[in-house]
């Protein structure tokens, strides 16, 4: 792949040059550099890995790319300031993007997480430290690997495959890889992941938060519920999960992010599988907006309502969550109030809502602190959840009525409607019941980045064509479901071809 921003081609071009941690997982501030030359030691080795790390921290990734496609499915819309502040979004979410989109572009250059994936996993075979280590370490590059190829190739179709390091003299001009190899690629770094990496519980309490069994086999789930096959072995890998003593009546759903109840930020709890670490330190940070090694998680600012002062930096209201979404709560709902503003829900802190601050009357609540934990934009230390339990036993629920089990599928649907405050479900028929999941995954997910990719692998993407024509997207159609590829990218790389429809 190539590219004409300097700090791409340095990664292209270096190997172990650019090399960030330290010890402690969470401390993700660089601190080192690592010559080709070098012998690694341990310290070297885990470092070189939390590298791989850093990019999903990046706004290209989870930091807003990603949370912003809940306003592409229609979950919400964009509030920003006005003018062309978030003008490449609304494009996006009204179907009329170009290959110039900043979105896509930002996406499609998220690729250092994979390069500094291969670049650990060559280095690491080459090493002499300890071999459990070793093996874990190389687990952990499998499983970020797929991780990344598995966001890639679901935003673009067929992507430019690399499982190599990439060295000065190499070639950078690739061909897109058929999206077919691409899916087989991570199916196996899945499975490798899942063959070397410990259980969440058997990590110490400095490497909290490391890539661990669990999360790679719901991410192995998740890809066969994408490719709309191997439903049994859907089953068996959440049913794995599940067997690690995991139990939804046991978890609160808040404690998932900020509970005002306890007055707790919980990161990494009981219902955890994978999330993305941030410190919140404002010393990493030298300008927040710009800057790929800030240690500040945005959603909370973006998220609270615009000039609030509910969080640190006052709120931007960047969604203005829809009237469809929230008329799909039912009754008594308990996550209603954990995740959306409306007007007459609980007050954050000392702060009522006011509906005016949203277009909508609607604003994400979810992913909210209050200032008392960090009182400015550059330093929120809360993390992004990935993948949780909730979302395992609705794949479970969802492959096994595939299977056509509906009435099993009752079981791991319920534990997640129970928790929410909600009556169990009866359903029978195979197509009721697939409605019923499709909806319960809408609610207990949202505007955690799952409902975009939800939308757009059911019935091959027929299901989103027909979902946001039904909300007023009409200019929507099924080729459109993927991104373009951007249209610098096609100028450098002459083996480049679009995506149809752009």
């Not at 792949?1 to 270096?14: D, E, N, P, R, T």
């Not at 069994?213 to 994408?226: D, G, N, P, R, S």
């Not at 909600?422 to 409605?435: F, G, H, I, N, R």
Request: net charge negative.
């Amino acid at each position: 792949m190539k590219h004409k921003h300097i700090k791409h081609i340095l990664i292209l071009v270096s190997a172990l040059l650019f090399v960030c941690g330290c010890n402690d997982f969470l401390d993700k501030v660089p601190y080192d550099s690592i010559g080709t030359s070098s012998t690694l030691s341990e310290k070297d080795a885990v470092s070189l890995v939390n590298a791989a790390y850093q990019p999903l921290q990046w706004p290209k990734l989870y930091n807003m790319r990603i949370w912003s496609t809940d306003v592409v499915a229609g979950e919400s819309v964009v509030g920003a300031g006005g003018g062309t502040d978030g003008i490449e979004t609304v494009q996006l979410s009204n179907f009329t993007a170009d290959p110039s989109n900043a979105a896509a572009t930002d996406i499609w250059r998220s690729t250092p997480g994979i390069l500094r994936s291969n670049l650990a996993l060559s280095e690491l075979k080459k090493t002499n430290i300890d071999e459990a280590l070793k093996l874990r370490l190389m687990a952990e590059c499998h499983f970020l690997r797929a991780h990344y190829h598995f966001i890639l190739v679901r935003f673009f179709g067929d992507i430019p495959l690399r499982t190599e390091p990439i060295f000065a003299g190499d070639e950078l001009n690739i061909a897109r890889t058929p999206k077919e190899k691409v899916y087989q690629t991570i199916i196996e770094d899945c499975q490798a992941a899942i063959e070397g990496l410990p259980y969440k519980a058997q990590y110490s309490s400095t490497e909290v938060g490391r890539a661990c069994k669990e999360a790679a086999e719901c991410m192995l789930a998740k890809v066969y519920l994408t490719l709309g096959n191997n439903y049994d072995k859907v089953v068996d890998l959440c049913q794995n999960i599940e067997n690690q003593g995991y139990d939804l009546s046991k978890m609160a759903y808040a404690d998932n992010w900020y509970n005002p109840e306890t007055g707790v930020l919980n990161q990494n709890g009981p219902e955890s599988l994978f999330e993305i670490q941030y410190t919140g330190d404002p010393a990493a940070c030298t300008n927040w907006l710009s800057d790929n090694d800030n240690q500040s998680q945005w959603l909370n600012c973006f998220m609270a309502p615009r000039n609030s002062n509910m969080v640190g930096g006052g709120g931007y209201g960047w969604q203005h969550v829809s009237k469809e979404f929230v008329s799909q709560y039912e009754p008594g709902d308990l996550r209603k109030d954990v995740t959306i503003f409306y007007e007459g829900c609980p007050d954050f802190g000392d702060i009522e809502y006011d509906p005016n601050w949203s277009t909508t009357g609607h604003n994400v609540r979810k992913w909210c602190v209050p200032i008392s934990l960090c009182d400015k934009v550059s330093n929120c230390p809360a993390n992004i959840v990935v993948y949780r339990f909730a979302d395992v036993l609705l794949m479970k629920a969802e492959a096994l009525n595939e299977l056509r089990k509906t009435e099993e599928a009752q079981i791991p649907l319920n534990k997640v409607r129970s928790r929410a405050g909600l009556p169990a479900c009866e359903l029978t028929d195979y197509s009721e019941m697939k409605e019923k999941i499709i909806h319960e995954r809408r609610m207990e997910l949202a505007f955690e980045g799952h409902r975009w990719f939800d939308l757009i692998r059911i019935d091959g993407g027929d299901y989103a064509v027909s979902f946001l024509k039904s909300i007023g997207k009409n200019n929507v159609t099924k080729e459109r479901l993927l991104y373009p590829v951007p249209q610098v990218e096609i100028d450098s790389n002459p083996l480049f071809v679009q995506n149809p429809g752009y």
